[in-house]
């Protein structure tokens, strides 16, 4: 098969487990039934190399990968690129080259009789050879295997010839199984591709305005509805899913539930007092998040373009960092009029499913509590936004009960920034 097709097993477990083979007519067919979908993740089903090596040039005999040298824990690999350099006028009648590492062990594949080489499986390696050709066909076969299991490591390998000393790394990763969703058939299926989510708590009148807007303009998008009213009323319509929490639960609670229940690639967010406007077009943020992968975007309520950057400090060990949250942006986007990378948007924006999972909302924070989130993701998200992506606010109509829930008092406020400044190790936060 080697690498075309697609192979299912379980090995070295139970001798009785089949092993299931694909063969190319069945990916055929499989690519006839969804084209689309084979297009658009064919690259999960590549063959993974080590493509983004980058060798040290020889400015000493030793020529080396610097950097993207990756292997599988406890799996043998040959280290690319190690050599003498021919370009060095090397005159010795013994040439040697030792070569160590920490977390595995050394081999060189294939010895011959006559091959001088010394610590065969052991964690140092000596090569000898009087011939340079001979001493790197002898380097070219050298081999790593980590010893020690883990999923994410690295090791360094030390590298000598004479008084020439190198250390380079080698990176241990263990393959991540990729999680793909079926985009749809044609480019332009949003239906497939976004679900709209919003979290709602005695807003009813609001929640309906908003779905009525909805499918004006999107008739058979998903809606997914995270409420916990006090006593709940029914939600209905077409491929709408309404979750009852317990109630009071809370702002990220709720929206911790309605992305635990997404199946599409994409979100988008919205609360539930929004209206959507002739403006509001799911399809624009599609295309500018398809065109840069990892991006999550952001768009403006009413005409307003809220964004953000946070600035922080690591600090050191003994006082924790510093947080400051300032009204601008860190560039523009490039390529795209009127969209600037930022850390934080307003609460209208098209996410990444998994990008958003991998930080989730802490459910702590129940009645304030939208930062909070784009804090947690400060180095996990590339956040942008972009003007002219816009939906609307609903006029406010005062509801005595909803306030008292909603606005938080003295002693909630201090519960809320003594929990950001142990959770997130800060001796100062502005914002």
């Known amino acids: ?52 090596i980058i060798i040290a040039p020889a400015n000493s005999p030793l020529q080396y990968p610097m ?41 060189v594949e294939d010895i011959l009789d006559g091959d001088q080489v010394e610590g065969q499986g052991q964690s140092e390696l000596t090569i000898s050879s009087s011939n340079l050709t001979q ?3 002898l380097l070219s076969r050298v081999t790593y295997t980590s010893t020690i299991y883990h999923i994410r490591t690295s090791d360094l390998v030390y590298f000598t010839f004479e008084d020439h000393k190198a250390i380079f790394p080698i990176m241990i990763r263990r393959p991540s199984v990729p999680v793909l969703y079926d985009p749809g058939k044609g480019k332009t299926n949003i239906n497939s591709r976004v679900t709209i989510i919003t979290k709602t708590f005695l807003r009813y009148k609001e929640l309906n305005v908003l779905i009525q807007s909805i499918r004006k303009f999107y008739p058979k998008i998903k809606i997914i509805v ?40 994409y ?31 952001g768009g403006e309520v009413s005409g307003d373009q809220f964004y953000f950057v946070l600035e922080y400090d690591e600090g050191d060990e003994s006082d924790g960092g510093c947080l400051r949250r300032i009204r601008g942006f860190h560039q523009p986007l490039p390529g795209y009029d009127g969209c600037f990378l930022v850390d934080g948007v307003i609460n209208y924006f098209l996410a990444r499913t998994d990008a958003v999972r991998r930080v989730g909302f802490d459910p702590f924070l129940k009645r304030v509590g939208h930062t909070e989130f784009f804090i947690d993701g400060v180095g996990k998200l590339m956040v942008a936004s972009c003007k002219g992506l816009s939906v609307g606010h609903q006029t406010h109509r005062a509801q005595h009960k909803y306030d008292f829930y909603r606005n938080q008092g003295k002693l909630e406020e201090e519960r809320k920034l003594a929990h950001h400044f142990f959770k997130n190790y800060l001796n100062y936060i502005m914002y």
């Not at 979908?37 to 089903?45: G, N, P, T, V």
């Not at 992305?259 to 690639?265: A, C, F, M, N, Y």
């Not at 967010?269 to 599609?286: A, G, K, P, Q, Y």
């Open 67 to 107: 950097t993207g040298f990756r292997v599988s824990p406890l799996k043998k690999n040959s280290i690319l690129d190690v050599n003498l350099s021919t370009s060095f006028a090397l005159t010795q009648s013994c040439l040697q080259v030792s070569l160590s590492v920490k977390s595995g062990v050394l081999s």
């Open 1 to 52: 098969c080697d690498y075309i097709c697609l192979i299912y097993s379980v090995k070295h477990v139970h001798s009785n487990i089949p092993l299931i083979i694909l063969s190319l007519d069945i990916l055929g067919a499989i690519y006839t039934v969804f084209p689309t979908f084979w297009s658009f993740h064919a690259l999960f089903f590549r063959r993974k190399t080590n493509t983004d």
């Open 135 to 137: 001493l790197n066909d």
């Open 267 to 297: 979100f988008l967010w919205v609360d539930d007092d929004f209206v959507f406007l002739n403006e509001t077009r799911i399809e624009s943020f599609v295309e500018i998040m398809e065109a840069l992968p990892e991006l999550d975007l």
């Open 226 to 265: 995270a409420d916990d009213s006090l006593k709940p009323e029914r939600v209905s319509g077409n491929n709408i899913e309404h979750y009852i929490m317990p109630p009071a639960q809370g702002w990220f609670a709720g929206r911790n539930l309605a992305v635990s229940q997404l199946t599409t690639k």
